[in-house]
Each structure stands twice: as structure tokens, then as C-alpha cells.
T-cell receptor
């Protein structure tokens, strides 16, 4: 069975601070996909990134970056110079193989204060 | 292009009534998923359709829940004899096989 753990339930930062959201996953499969989603107060889940298990390159997209480390089964997400609009619940998720179901972590509520 | 759409956006019903929730996936997406998000329960998988294959119903919580997907596109999730514990946001998602999964805005179901 798969499991995704987001140990940080809530994080509060002040605008312009950097913040890292942790994600640890468990699976016995060698082929899997990892995702991050953002859920703002409006409620819609917004896709942020998808990585496959064979690609450990870190990725940067604007103020967002992701650190994938298979050795520690982690897929952490960093927001640089946080903004109030980054306030949301962030979910890490895992799926196996081709388009199978997503197993979600419990989510991390990020609050960025002005 | 258009994203995943769901209707209604909100549904209030009385305990014991049946409800139908609709999902229109992104055009061309072969995979369609239903998830449920309850307060304090996180995101829970319900059912998965992939092309013409038999759906994966392993996440449906009881036999009061069923779903169908007509013509490989639109899907309807039906909950019979609704109970208060069915109150949640029901999320639909779609994807191309082995590609990223995109979610709709959800239907907020309240069972009184």
C-alpha cells in the first residue's frame, strides 16, 4: 500500500520569508509519480507539478522549487519570497504507473501574513 | 481550453433522498476519477474510469454509492438514501493516461 505523509499540519510565515513544505512517501513500486497541488480558499485543487520516479532532477518554476530525493523518499516543496497569495492548503500526492489513483497526504495549511 | 467542470456547485438535500452529481472531464482525457474531501478526513479516492476498461470501484464507501461514465466522457456519481456522513465536497478529476491529473471545482453536498 502507498502512503504519503505531510508532517506539518500548519505553517505560518511572514511575507517574503522562504518556506519549505515537507512530503515523505512510502511505496514498494519502482515506478511512481509524485504531485503537488494547491488548494486556495476557493476550494479548487490546482495542479502544480508532477515528477516520475526516474527523474530526480530538482525543478524550479519561478518562486517554486521542488527537491526530490529517492534516498529519503521525500519530495519537498519550497516557496521563495512568499506572498500573501500563497496562502492555501498544499497537498502532496503519489500515484503508481499509468494514470492510477492518487494517494494524498493530509495537507499543510500555509498562511502567509503581510 | 476548458477545464474539468462539475454540477451542481452546491447541493443541499434531506437525509434519505438520492442525489446525482455530474462531471464533465477535459475533452480527450481518457481517465476520470471521483474523490471526496470531508472535513478532517482529507482526500479520499472513490472510483476511477479508464477508457473502456472496467472501473476501479474499490474506494466506494458503501453500496449506496455508484457511478457511471457514458460514452467515455461525462460521468455521474449517484448517492442513494443519503446520510449525514455523506456531507462532503465531491471532486472529479481527469487525465490522459500516465499524465497529469486535473481537478474540477467540486460539488459541496450537504445532507440535512
Amino acid at each position: 500500500a502507498q502512503k504519503v505523509t505531510q508532517a506539518q499540519t500548519e505553517i505560518s510565515v511572514v511575507e517574503k520569508e522562504d518556506v519549505t513544505l515537507d512530503c515523505v512517501y512510502e511505496t514498494r513500486d519502482t515506478t511512481y509519480y509524485l504531485f503537488w497541488y494547491k488548494q486556495p480558499p476557493s476550494g479548487e485543487l490546482v495542479f502544480l507539478i508532477r515528477r516520475n520516479s526516474f527523474d530526480e532532477q530538482n525543478e524550479i518554476s519561478g518562486r517554486y522549487s521542488w527537491n526530490f530525493q529517492k534516498s529519503t523518499s521525500s519530495f519537498n516543496f519550497t516557496i521563495t519570497a512568499s506572498q500573501v497569495v500563497d496562502s492555501a492548503v498544499y497537498f502532496c500526492a503519489l500515484s503508481l504507473g499509468s494514470g492510477s489513483r492518487l494517494t494524498f497526504g493530509e495537507g499543510t495549511q500555509l498562511t502567509v501574513n503581510p | 481550453g476548458a477545464g474539468v467542470s462539475q454540477s451542481p456547485s452546491n447541493k443541499v438535500t434531506e437525509k434519505g433522498k438520492d442525489v446525482e452529481l455530474r462531471c464533465d472531464p477535459i475533452s480527450g482525457h481518457t481517465a476520470l476519477y471521483w474523490y471526496r474531501q470531508s472535513l478532517g478526513q482529507g482526500l479520499e479516492f472513490l472510483i476511477y474510469f479508464q477508457g473502456n476498461s472496467a472501473p476501479d470501484k474499490s474506494g466506494l464507501p458503501s453500496d449506496r454509492f455508484s457511478a457511471e461514465r457514458t460514452g467515455g466522457s461525462v460521468s455521474t456519481l449517484t448517492i442513494q438514501r443519503t446520510q449525514q456522513e455523506d456531507s462532503a465536497v465531491y471532486l472529479c478529476a481527469s487525465s490522459l493516461k500516465a499524465a497529469s491529473t486535473y481537478f474540477g471545482p467540486g460539488t459541496r453536498l450537504t445532507v440535512l
